[in-house]
């Protein structure tokens, strides 16, 4: 018996739209990582890009659990020795909500080349109910069809 590899050529790549409002973070976050992988597939190749693009939308609805909206900080270094920058997730969410979700999901995937094309190419976040991606006829994702 042989074993299965993807081929580039025989790629398809499907579109999901995601509705945010009123889910965890940590939860939308893991299950948007596994279909931007496309590890949903039963064609899953870990060294291709098979996965699909996601839509999300009302990223600034997500829901937080916890004490996380006055206590997580993002960090960022600027290069120089001692000049940390910290924000807020609570200034953050009101600023930029597609960032939250962008980071998060991107906290889910391993760190290659090939994540970053998942994250910059086939993740795209709204923070209101409305995307221009209507064109691809995104599908609406319900968890149990992802499985």
């Given at each position: 018996?042989?074993?299965?590899?993807?081929?580039?050529?025989?790629?398809?790549?499907?579109?999901?739209?995601?509705?945010?409002?009123?889910?965890?973070?940590?939860?939308?976050?893991?299950?948007?990582?596994?279909?931007?992988?496309?590890?949903?597939k039963p064609t899953f190749t870990p060294h291709l890009n098979g996965g699909d693009c996601v839509v999300i939308v009302n990223a600034a609805k997500v829901k937080l659990t916890g004490r996380k909206l006055e206590q997580k900080r993002y960090f960022?270094?600027?290069?120089?020795?001692?000049?940390?920058?910290?924000?807020?997730?609570?200034?953050?969410?009101?600023?930029?909500?597609?960032?939250?979700?962008?980071?998060?999901?991107?906290?889910?995937?391993?760190?290659?080349?090939?994540?970053?094309?998942?994250?910059?190419?086939?993740?795209?976040?709204?923070?209101?109910?409305?995307?221009?991606?209507?064109?691809?006829?995104?599908?609406?994702?319900?968890?149990?069809?992802?499985?």
């Amino acid at each position: 018996m042989k074993t299965f590899t993807l081929r580039k050529e025989d790629v398809t790549h499907r579109w999901f739209v995601v509705d945010a409002a009123g889910q965890p973070l940590g939860r939308l976050a893991s299950r948007v990582a596994q279909i931007l992988r496309g590890k949903h597939k039963p064609t899953f190749t870990p060294h291709l890009n098979g996965g699909d693009c996601v839509v999300i939308v009302n990223a600034a609805k997500v829901k937080l659990t916890g004490r996380k909206l006055e206590q997580k900080r993002y960090f960022r270094h600027t290069g120089y020795m001692g000049h940390e920058r910290f924000a807020a997730l609570k200034d953050v969410i009101v600023k930029h909500p597609e960032r939250v979700i962008e980071r998060a999901v991107w906290g889910m995937l391993p760190k290659t080349t090939l994540s970053r094309q998942h994250v910059k190419q086939m993740l795209k976040v709204y923070g209101g109910p409305t995307h221009p991606h209507q064109a691809q006829q995104p599908a609406p994702l319900s968890w149990a069809a992802a499985r």
